[in-house]
C-alpha cells in the first residue's frame, strides 16, 4: 500500500522568506502522481501544485514549485516569496496508477511571520 | 467558478442522533470520495464512488455509517447513531475519472460535526 510521511514540525518562516516542505513517499507501482493541498484556517482544501512519476522537469505553478526527487522518493513543496496568507498547513498525497484513491500525509504547519 | 457544495457547514448533535451530511459534487464530475479529518488521524478517505456507484468504503466503520449518491448532484453521509468520537469535519471531493496517475480532486468547504 502506499504511504505518504511528513513529519516536520510547525514551521516559523519570515515573510519573503522561501520555505521547503519536506515529503517522503513509498509505492512499488512506477505510475504515480503526486499532490500538495494547502488547508487555511478556514479549513477548505486548496490544490497547489502536481507531479507525475514519469514527469521530466519539476513542477511549478507561481510561487509553489516541487522538489522532485524521484530515486530517493520525495516530494518537497518549495514557496518562495512567503506571505502572510501562506500560513496553514500544507499536505502531501499520492496517486497510484489507476487507482482514483489519494493517500494523504499528516501535513505541516507553516505560519508566516512578518 | 465551479464549487463542491457541502450541508451543513456546521452541526452540533447529541450522542445517539442521526447525522445526514449533504454533498453537491462538481457538474460533470463522476467520481465523489468522502474524507474525514481528525487531529489524530489526519484525513482518511471513507467512501469513494465512480459514476454513482460505491467503489470502495472499506474506511467506514458498516455498523453505523451509510454513503449514497442518489443521483449524479448528490452524495450524502449518514451516521446513525452517532457518538462522540466521530467529531471531526467530513470533506467531501469530486473529480473526474482519470486511468493515468492524475487525478485532481476538488474539495467542499468540510462539515464540522460535533457530537456531544
Known amino acids: 500500500a502506499q504511504k505518504i510521511t511528513q513529519t516536520q514540525p510547525g514551521m516559523f518562516v519570515q515573510e519573503k522568506e522561501a520555505v521547503t516542505l519536506d515529503c517522503t513517499y513509498d509505492?512499488?507501482?512506477?505510475?504515480?502522481?503526486l499532490f500538495w493541498y494547502k488547508q487555511p484556517s478556514s479549513g477548505e482544501m486548496i490544490f497547489l501544485i502536481y507531479?507525475?512519476?514519469?514527469?521530466?522537469q519539476n513542477a511549478t505553478e507561481g510561487r509553489y514549485s516541487l522538489n522532485f526527487q524521484k530515486a530517493r522518493k520525495s516530494a518537497n513543496l518549495v514557496i518562495s516569496a512567503s506571505q502572510l496568507g501562506d500560513s496553514a498547513m500544507y499536505f502531501c498525497a499520492m496517486k497510484v496508477g489507476g487507482n482514483n484513491r489519494l493517500a494523504f500525509g499528516k501535513g505541516n504547519q507553516v505560519v508566516v511571520i512578518p | 467558478d465551479a464549487r463542491v457544495t457541502q450541508t451543513p457547514r456546521h452541526k452540533v448533535t447529541e450522542m445517539g442522533q442521526e447525522v445526514t451530511m449533504r454533498c453537491q459534487p462538481i457538474?460533470?464530475?463522476?467520481?465523489v470520495f468522502w474524507y474525514r479529518q481528525t487531529m489524530m488521524q489526519g484525513l482518511e478517505l471513507l467512501a469513494y464512488?465512480?459514476?454513482?456507484?460505491?467503489?470502495?468504503d472499506s474506511g467506514m466503520p458498516k455498523d453505523r455509517f451509510s454513503a449514497e449518491m442518489p443521483d449524479a448532484t448528490l452524495a450524502t453521509l449518514k451516521i446513525q447513531p452517532s457518538e462522540p468520537r466521530d467529531s471531526a469535519v467530513y470533506f467531501c471531493?469530486?473529480?473526474?475519472?482519470?486511468?493515468?496517475?492524475?487525478?485532481?480532486?476538488?474539495f467542499g468547504p468540510g462539515t464540522r460535526l460535533t457530537v456531544l
Open positions: 471531493a469530486s473529480g473526474l475519472v482519470a486511468t493515468g496517475p492524475y487525478n485532481e480532486q476538488f
Open positions: 509505492t512499488s507501482d512506477p505510475s504515480y502522481g
Open positions: 507531479q507525475g512519476s514519469y514527469d521530466q
Open positions: 457538474l460533470g464530475h463522476n467520481t
Open positions: 464512488f465512480r459514476n454513482r456507484a460505491p467503489l470502495d
